[in-house]
């Protein structure tokens, strides 16, 4: 089975700052992986699907890239409504996997 | 619109039973492979399984496999969960999703439903 390293677990920044978040897999996954957005109380939100494409409707501060094992998402400039957990999934075998997860909060 | 609507969860004694629906519209539900996934109370995202779209391929996490079922009736639109010898750490949220390796499918999610397994 995949497994998903994310990291860091946790992370403050101030608003306008550049933040990384990197998801490693344990085996090769192409670039089948997704990051998601979930804010408390909802259900996740896909922000980049196949590593680096941003999903329709999402600011454009927010990219991914990576393939293979190493994958990296960021956000250019931290804003305010951006304070959620942030989850990259594998989607290149079964059974899935999530990371982690990173959540993000403002300093 | 597009949404997927899950219901079913409740309390639960350990060792029960319970049968998770989600009821899939605005979108051609028999075209998309779905899962379940769950998450625990202040914890991440755990995958639980996997159905394609016809229904003939099945994955399960090792944490469920033999206690939970999923199924699918494409007539209905809906996707089921049915879940078996119930234990403490099955409580959480379920979500059900399309699964990101649907051909040209979309990322839908459920709002959830929530599981508590307790005496």
């Known amino acids: 089975d995949i497994q998903m390293t994310q990291s860091p677990s946790s992370l403050s920044a101030s608003v306008g700052d550049r933040v990384t978040i990197t998801c490693q897999a344990s085996?090769?996954?192409?670039?089948?992986l997704n990051w998601y957005q979930q804010k408390p109380g909802k259900a996740p939100n896909l922000v980049i699907y196949?590593?680096?494409n941003l999903e329709t409707g999402v600011p454009s501060r927010f990219s991914g890239s990576g393939s293979g094992t190493d994958f990296t998402f960021t956000i250019s400039s931290l804003q305010p409504e951006d304070i959620a957990t942030y989850y990259c999934?594998?989607?290149?075998?079964?059974?899935?996997?999530f990371g982690g997860g990173t959540k993000v909060e403002i300093k | 619109q597009v949404q997927l609507v899950e219901s079913g969860g409740g309390l639960v004694k350990p060792g029960g039973s319970l049968r998770l629906s989600c009821a899939a519209s605005?979108?051609?539900?028999?075209?998309?492979?779905m899962s379940w996934i769950r998450q625990a109370p202040g914890k991440g995202l755990e995958w639980v399984s996997y159905?394609?779209?016809?229904?003939?391929?099945?994955y399960y996490a090792d944490s469920v496999k033999g206690r939970f079922t999923i199924s699918r009736d494409n007539a209905k639109n809906s996707l089921y969960l049915q879940m078996n010898s119930l234990r403490a750490e099955d409580t959480a949220m379920y979500y059900c999703?399309?699964?990101?390796?649907?051909?040209?499918?979309?990322?839908?999610w459920g709002q959830g439903t929530t599981v508590t397994v307790s005496s």
């Open positions: 605005g979108f051609t539900f028999s075209d998309y492979y």
């Open positions: 159905i394609s779209s016809s229904g003939n391929s099945i």
């Open positions: 999703a399309t699964d990101p390796e649907t051909p040209y499918g979309m990322d839908v």
């Open positions: 196949d590593a680096s």
């Open positions: 999934q594998q989607y290149d075998n079964l059974p899935r996997a």
């Open positions: 085996q090769d996954i192409s670039n089948y």
